[in-house]
């Protein structure tokens, strides 16, 4: 199971981009609601999360966490005491963790990316504590999967796919939506 945490000013594009081809890989991906179940995006779109942040359950089931960016998402994500468990739960057990755009910006304030590569949108550069910054869409190190933004938001869905099933059905998943 993959949990993707979605807070009041999250960015939408970088939340359903990675939940749609991770459903067509046939995972099976839970949408948290951080605050509860109704969520609002940084542009007032509103959406039903499957479940609020009560329901969280850390265990054997849980393959991956994805933090989706976005102002002032990112930050209600970091104050999230389930967040913070959930990738503390990932970090111990070498479980992936995705975060895009402004997210990676969590894991650098946690010293989950020390020694590592690393992206970020633009700016967020110095919140990546310990990380070597790079400029790329997205990059995979170790458990530890990150993206640029909201334009990077489908590779950094193919880098989830690559990394919990295969390049190759990356690669299927990737020529199916004309990539």
Not at 42 to 47: E, V
Request: hydrophobic share 40%.
């Amino acid at each position: 199971m993959i949990y993707v945490f979605i807070a009041d000013g999250f960015e939408e594009t970088e939340a359903i981009a990675p939940i749609d081809i991770l459903r067509r890989c046939k995972k099976e991906v839970v949408t948290v609601g951080i605050g509860g179940k109704e969520r609002v995006s940084s542009h007032k779109i509103k959406i039903t999360c499957d479940i609020s942040e009560e329901e969280v359950k850390l265990d054997d089931n849980l393959e991956m966490v994805i933090l989706p960016g976005g102002m002032p998402g990112t930050l209600n994500l970091e104050k999230s005491d389930t967040v913070q468990k959930a990738l503390d739960f990932c970090n111990e057990k070498g479980l992936f963790i995705g975060a895009i755009c402004a997210a990676p910006s969590v894991l650098g304030h946690k010293g989950l990316l020390q020694g590592r590569k690393a992206v970020c949108y633009s700016g967020f550069e110095k919140e990546l504590i310990g990380a070597e910054v790079l400029y790329e869409p997205a990059v995979t190190d170790g458990n530890i999967i990150t993206s640029r933004g909201a334009g990077t938001a489908v590779q950094f869905g193919l880098k989830l796919a690559e990394a919990l099933i295969s390049p190759e059905k990356a690669a299927e998943i990737a020529d199916s939506i004309m990539c």
